[in-house]
């Protein structure tokens, strides 16, 4: 299971302006393997966005290697090994739900009838049992959600990058598709990489975290979270998840208030 | 504190309880949606009448709601025939001017070039007063149906292709990204994507067009003809006979507006996700 999946080693990016350019990533080293739920975090402007383009093979990078199944590949050998999941569920409003998850599956070649019948069998778990026929301007934003990840599942890429998924919805919401996303995790174990700027979400999601510095970004610091699984909620109120969480936000250059003794 | 079962996602995940956006299909019942502009009608021809007779004004001048309803009536034959040459000229004169703008609007989204080349002559273009160019038309091929097609053509084309290479532009870049990662060839993207989403603004274009293509067809028969609902307008203002004036246009009132709640409709056949979207949108 420690197959080393996708790897990025002295990743870089640099955007040529006029005056000068700006370098958003720079030297960045990361890993994830097999079956491994990895999280990045960062304060706004590290470069996350810059990093997704580069692993899902919508850019090139400027300097450094990526790995995929142990080999080389540019951009071009990238695109659409990825699945990638934007912040924004992008579901087109002219398909039916069903249909809208299924477009993976269309794109390499299944048959219609075929990808629904697949994509039909996971609609209970990804709590969207009789919605198929609906639109998306029907659904809730965490529903919409629940779909664009359920497309990105059955495009059955090697990795999954999520970036910011539920960065639009309410924070109950949210915590809900939290604890449902690590349940689904625990019971598919895909390969995930997680962009994220919630530190709970992080922690609570994955095996590893990378903290990133601000522009350029960099990796500030690897957390291997030990964390037992499964997973359920409490966990992010208990001893062992609040003292990680603390490490995580020192590095994110959160100062915090003194701790009250109690 | 439990100690957390092992989960069983497919019995246990706890989803989020929100209720999912509700599925508001009820819209104004019909009389709501009939009787304000049945109301807000029967008021202004009232009031119409009721000048007309009250004040006793000439009917050379404005003739009662009443006068030109009767004179459609007396004369339904003769409208009637007239009406068909002029919907035959907008029909065909619509069609061929959408159908040219759309062409020109997928073309010129494939080449920035041809784009940057054709696009200042296409503006330009509406810069001719129509006025200018129909009388050459009418020289060029005489008192036929062509030059009120010609007409009705070229107003037409001109909406059409607009709000069409808007609507291929509009499609947002992060979807087409999003398609490309799931391995989509661009020629699939301007299928699957492109096309549907531009499709909102096509009947918008389509909408413009049809409203000026009964203007344009009107013109089209001014210019030069000897049949057309534009050309008994012409002959009945000359005659003074101002009440079947009055009818003339309503006939061609009443044609043009159902020709453009046509266009509506069909736009509600081919699109319906796009007025669902939209309805959705306002309830949010």
């Not at chain 1, 097999?34 to 975090?41: H, K, L, N, P, Q």
């Not at chain 1, 993976?104 to 198929?132: I, K, N, P, Q």
């Not at chain 2, 989204?109 to 080349?117: F, G, H, I, V």
């Not at chain 2, 409709?265 to 306002?282: G, N």
């Amino acid at each position: 299971m420690d197959r080393v999946r996708l790897r990025a080693e002295g990743l870089g990016k640099r955007f040529a302006s006029r005056d000068g350019g700006v370098q958003a990533l720079d030297g960045l080293d990361l890993e994830v393997s097999d079956g491994e739920f990895v999280s990045v975090i960062g304060p706004s402007g590290c470069g996350k966005s810059t990093l997704f383009n580069l692993l899902a093979g919508l850019e090139e990078p400027t300097a450094g290697t990526l790995w995929l199944d142990g080999d080389r590949v540019d951009a071009g050998r990238l695109l659409g090994r990825v699945g990638y999941m934007p912040q924004r569920d992008l579901l087109m409003p002219w398909r039916t739900i069903l249909d809208n998850t299924i477009l993976g599956l269309e794109v390499a070649g299944v048959g219609r009838a075929e990808g629904r019948r697949r994509a039909g069998e996971l609609f209970g778990e990804f709590g969207l049992a009789g919605f198929e026929r609906r639109r998306p301007s029907e659904l809730s934003g965490g529903m919409r959600q629940r779909a664009a990840l359920l497309r990105t599942f059955l495009a059955g890429r090697e990795v999954i990058l999520l970036d910011e998924p539920f960065g639009a919805l309410d924070s109950l919401t949210r915590a809900g598709m939290q604890q449902w996303l690590v349940q689904v995790w625990e019971e598919h174990r895909k390969t995930i990489l997680l962009i994220t700027h919630d530190v709970d979400e992080a922690l609570f999601l994955s095996d590893r975290v990378y903290v990133l510095t601000p522009r350029p970004g960099r990796v500030e610091l690897v957390l291997e979270v030990d964390l037992p699984r499964p997973r359920s909620y409490e966990l992010i109120t208990s001893e062992p998840f609040t003292e990680r969480k603390q490490l995580l936000l020192e590095h994110l250059g959160m100062t915090l208030p003194p701790r009250k003794a109690s | 504190m439990s100690v957390p079962a092992k989960a069983d996602p497919r019995t246990a995940a706890p989803l989020p309880e929100e209720p999912p956006a509700p599925r508001d299909r009820r819209r104004p019942r019909l009389a709501g949606r009939v009787l304000p502009p049945l109301l807000f009608s029967l008021v202004v021809l009232g009031a119409w009448q009721a000048y007309t007779e009250l004040a006793d004004v000439n009917p050379l001048l404005l003739p009662s709601p009443l006068a030109v309803a009767q004179s459609v009536v007396d004369n339904a034959a003769l409208f009637a025939d007239n009406a068909v040459v002029t919907l035959t000229e907008i029909l065909i004169g619509f069609v061929l001017g959408a159908a040219a703008g759309i062409g020109l609007a997928v073309l010129l989204t494939y080449s920035r070039l041809a784009e940057r080349a054709v696009y200042p002559w296409l503006v330009a273009s509406q810069m001719v007063p129509i006025v200018a160019v129909a009388p050459i038309l009418v020289v060029w091929f005489g008192f036929t149906i062509v030059p009120k097609v010609v007409v009705v053509a070229l107003v037409c084309f001109f909406p059409v292709v607009v709000n069409t290479i808007d609507g291929l532009k509009a499609v947002d870049p992060e979807m087409v990204r999003l398609m490309r990662t799931l391995g989509m060839s661009r020629p699939r993207i301007m299928r699957s994507v492109r096309v549907p989403s531009a499709l909102p603004y096509l009947f918008s274009g389509l909408k413009v067009a049809m409203a000026l293509a009964v203007i344009g067809a009107v013109f089209g028969e001014w210019v030069g003809s000897s049949e057309g609902l534009g050309y008994l307008m012409l002959a009945l203002n000359n005659q003074l006979a101002t009440t079947e004036l009055f009818a003339a246009v309503l006939v061609l009132s009443l044609m043009g507006i159902t020709l453009f709640f046509l266009v509506g409709l069909v736009e509600r056949l081919v699109i319906p996700w796009h007025h669902e979207t939209r309805r959705a949108a306002t309830q949010q």
